[in-house]
């Protein structure tokens, strides 16, 4: 089994900066893809970024230039970096790996880590 564990959640103004981290329970090589899901109050879970293990990235539209999703195999920890930080992006934050398996695709999630973006 696999941990996802986040941190690096909190409060930020308008225009402010986070780092959410993403650190696994064994290597993160072994994921095909990452990624940052988000899941504001009464809305669905949505894909904020993914990387694959090629190193590959995709940001949607609403963070792109803002945003940056990357990975560091050695500490086994997937980083976004968030700038110009804005209250719509408050939101409860979650860590995915995926990996493949004979049985087809297997999710793995992290507990979430609240950001709230408010002055």
């Known amino acids: 089994q696999v941990q996802l564990v986040e941190s690096g959640g909190g409060l930020v103004q308008p225009g402010g900066s986070l780092r959410l981290s993403c650190t696994a329970s064994?290597?993160?090589?072994?994921?095909?893809?990452m990624g940052w899901y988000r899941q504001a109050p009464g809305k669905q879970r949505e894909l904020v970024a993914s990387i694959t293990s090629g190193g590959s990235t995709n940001h949607v539209d609403s963070v792109k230039g803002r945003f940056t999703i990357s990975r560091d195999n050695a500490k086994n920890t997937l980083y976004l970096q968030m700038s110009s930080l804005k209250p719509e992006d408050t939101a409860v934050y979650y860590c995915?790996?995926?990996?493949?398996?004979?049985?087809?695709?297997?999710?793995?999630w992290g507990q979430g880590t609240q950001v709230t973006v408010s002055s």
């Open positions: 995915n790996a995926n990996t493949l398996t004979a049985q087809g695709v297997k999710y793995y």
């Open positions: 064994r290597s993160i090589s072994s994921f095909y893809t």
